[in-house]
């Protein structure tokens, strides 16, 4: 199947710091999205992005749907210890034999430092 | 709010035994989903359902089986567990076919001896 390749894997920064993430793919997608996953609890949708060119922001998080439709990235501005979980970017092929799959990318865990 | 209800948060079988995840959504979802999530993989799907007694596999079914009698019901369900069925096992739920929204619930973490 489709495969996303999502990095890095893993991020320590202090509080404050800036963050950026990114995912590609050999497959172009419709729509691109970003989850969180918290400890102890499953991933939960932060922002979804449906045009190739797309900048969408939500608070301190800023997504972008690359032009090619293969890649998009994450940005996380002055990160705050609550931003401590895994970040997971998803692609979606809408309709056709694939009926709407989501393939997820490896996961980025971040841990943030006070 | 959607609420996606997992029966068991954690769990310990012996090899060969058979072993049922139960997954309940509330929000009469059409679609609902099993993902296995290990360190490094990501969130990999084992089957997926459209619809009632609909299913189809994902990419990685060998060794499970799934059954959708009810619509807000979907069960994963291992024949003879074995240890490299040792994971994380998450189910979700969404409203239709081409929305990337999904609902998780807070997954079920299977330990095989």
């Known amino acids: 199947g489709q495969q996303l390749n999502q990095s890095p894997q893993s991020m320590f920064i202090q509080e404050g710091e800036d963050v950026s993430m990114n995912c590609t793919s050999s497959s172009i997608f419709n729509t691109w999205l970003w989850y969180k996953q918290e400890p102890g609890e499953g991933p939960v949708l932060l922002i979804a992005l449906y045009k190739a060119g797309e900048l969408t922001s939500n608070g301190r998080l800023t997504a972008q749907f690359g032009i090619t439709r293969k890649d998009s990235f994450l940005n996380i501005s002055a990160s705050i210890p609550s931003d401590v979980g895994i970040y997971f970017c998803a692609g979606l092929i809408a309709g056709g034999t694939s009926y709407g799959k989501l393939t997820f990318g490896q996961g980025t865990i971040l841990t943030v430092h006070p | 709010d959607v609420k996606v209800t997992q029966s068991s948060r954690y769990l310990v079988k012996r090899t060969g035994e058979k072993v049922f995840l139960e997954c309940v959504q509330d929000?009469?979802?059409?679609?609902m989903f099993w993902y296995r999530q290990d360190p490094g993989l990501g969130l990999r799907l084992i089957y997926f359902s459209y619809d009632v007694k609909m299913k189809e596999k994902g990419d990685i079914p060998e060794g499970y089986s799934v059954s959708r009698e009810k619509k807000e019901r979907f069960s994963l369900i291992l024949e003879s567990a074995s240890t490299n069925q040792t994971s994380m096992y998450l189910c979700a739920s969404r409203t239709g076919a081409n929305t990337g929204e999904l609902f998780f619930g807070e997954g079920s973490r299977l330990t095989v001896l």
């Open positions: 929000m009469d979802h059409e679609n």
